[in-house]
């Protein structure tokens, strides 16, 4: 695979703590690549350093294949968890003078900024001042500002916070269209739920190392649980040892539903093939686990247990 | 286009089109202007009305001494009456003479139903002073003795060349160049104070918008700083020029107006010529005239331009640090308030440096680089040795740079630490960051 972003045994220490030890990631070209962990685990350090606004105590960034130079963050556009943008200043003005340090020429940039605002039908906020926009309204903005220049890195830090689902959708949508027109994504998030929607790849960062990396359907499958649901119309199911065990069984309208967990030594064909002779299969399905199940069993490993309603920022 | 001129135009933009901006600088000059020609003007109108003032001379011997004059009718009048004070009156005051003053000066008494006015007190004073000198000169019986007297106080002038070995000499005025420096040290002062201001503030508003984050991705933030400091320099110049472009047009279409009145009277047209002391009698205007001339002009605007920028490149840097480094408004008065003491140190010294401009306060504090943009300039009307100023700019520039330098550390870290104050240590420990 062809990456676009390597960063090799990153280190980077602040007075009282490490933020980075030894992280390496590898961003491939024309994938979303999520970056995940908890509060505080190093991933606004990691950003900053992609973004020049930090440099690491020691290792390397290979940008598009050559060593990170000043000029590459021309290529790179940056939304920021922490958003924000001059108060006082016409929604329009700034955004052309943003594009501007950003290298494009004003008529470029407004042109651009012309298409992306008919787009998003904000055209009539161009001549209002930024804090007589929403939260929302303002965000938006951000986000034209950060794609604006074309870059061929977006770097996406929260990107939905702050948006309703209706808007969040339009987000998305977005995000993949960049995507699909090859634009290199790296998104930071908490939320898993659209981990799995967006990302291709994956890193975890949890105390300042990278504990879990790589394709999302990979790493959801490297961490299978062996459990298995499925419905039948008639006969039953005991556990069979060696082969499968049920842990759970209920009945309504007609229908069984099992759970079961396979023995890991049995392939999916065998335990189908075994099910399908004392049963009439409706459907059988393997119990994926959802990245944020993923997360919490490794983080949660060596942190003390999260309440729910915190991990779902 | 480079990306500090970017920086320079929006901050050089955004200021210049503010309604505040645009009121302050036009309304300023005329407030000026009105405090210069308004006590003038209120003084020329005052004459049109002329009050009355009755005199009870009971010796008879000072009523013909008084004369009326624009602002004041003098009336003989025999007897005290109770009708000068009733409220219906035109009487503005009553002088009671009762006996002769050369034996008792208590002898005379201004009455009014109001507050005596302050310039018929000195009239009536000079006018009885005068004629008891007289009177007690008169009783020695010496012959002449008023013009001997006369003589020995006639006044003199000493005037001041300025002279080289070579022979070269001008007419020099102390005067004119303790005026003429100290004009120019209290722009640099005003001018460092509220435009270094205005960068701190606008450091901390790109602080507390969190917008600094989307900035460091795009610029560096030593550009940043530059590009606001040097913007912030523009809108000053800007609002200096328009300032001493009106304020000189306005005056002397004011003076022209006044014209006919100030001539008739020599303080106001000294007044008007930029602040000369009253105290100088009008045969000196000439020779204060010939000093303005003589002033080492392209030496005092070199230098000017030079600490202008020293300055305010030191004071700008330190304010665009602590603006990174705080928070809250308030949290930035702990580290402004020693520097403001020090500037304001430089304005007294200033003010003491110009009585004894080769002093021991004037030598240290015109090369201490804090304060020698502001002492400096009192000086170089006088002539200043060319070591001192070299050393004292060279003091100064270099520790500009190191203070921008520094600044530029501090502002990069500061701008994107949130939460809690820095301490002075931990902004010392921010410069070993990468």
Known sequence: MNEFLIARHIVKRYAQHTALDDVSIAVPQGKVFGLLGPNGAGKTTLIRIINRITAPDSGEVLFDGHPFQADDVMNIGYLPEERGLYKKMKVGEQAVYLARLKGLSHAEAVSRLQHWFRKFGIMEWWNRKLEELSKGMQQKVQFIITVLHKPQLLIFDEPFSGFDPVNAEILKREILALRDEGHTVIFSTHNMASVEEICDEIALINHSKVVLSGNVNDVRSRHRSGLYELTCTAGQLQTRPGSYEVLRHSSADGLDTYLLRKDAALSNSALAALVAADVELRSFCEQMPSMQEIFLKVVGADAPPVPEAANDK | MNKTLIVIQREYTTRVKKKSFILLTILTPFLLAALIVVPLWLATIKSDDQQTVMLVDQTGRYAGLFKDDASYRYVPSPADSASFYSEDSDVEAVILIRGDLTRNPRNVVICSRREVPADLLSYATNVL????????????????????????????????????????????????????????????????????????????????????????????????????????????????????????????????????????????????????????????????????????????????????????????????????????????????????????FGLYAAMYSIENTDGPLAFWSSLFPLTSPIVMMVRIPFGVPLWQELLSIVLLFGSALLVTWVGAKIYRVGILMYGKKPTLKEMLKWLRYK
């Open chain 2, 129 to 344: 002073n005068e004629q008891v000198r007289r009177d007690k000169l008169a009783a020695t019986g010496i012959n002449g003795l008023d013009r001997i007297i006369e003589d020995v106080q006639s006044e003199f002038s000493i005037p001041t060349v300025k002279r080289t070995a070579e022979g070269e000499s001008s007419t020099s005025s102390t005067t004119v160049a303790m005026v003429a420096g100290f004009l120019f040290t209290f722009v640099i002062y005003f001018f460092v104070m509220t435009y270094g201001a205005m960068v701190m503030q606008g450091v901390m508003e790109e602080k507390t918008n969190r917008i600094m984050e989307l900035m460091v991705s795009s610029i560096k933030p030593f550009q940043l700083m530059m590009g606001k400091i040097v913007g912030i320099a523009l809108v000053g110049f800007t609002q200096i020029v328009i300032w001493g472009v009106l304020l000189a047009i306005l005056l002397s279409v004011c003076g022209g107006m006044l014209g006919i009145e100030t001539a008739a009277s020599p303080e106001a047209a000294m007044m008007m010529s930029g602040g000369m002391p009253p105290a100088a009698p009008p045969s000196e205007l000439d020779e204060a005239a010939a000093a303005i001339l003589n002033l080492p002009y392209w030496e005092m605007a070199i230098m000017f331009v030079i600490y202008f920028i020293g300055g305010y490149l030191l004071y700008a840097s330190f304010f665009a640090a602590v603006g990174a480094s705080v928070n809250e408004q308030e949290d930035s008065s702990q580290f402004v308030t020693p520097v403001v003491l020090i500037m304001l």
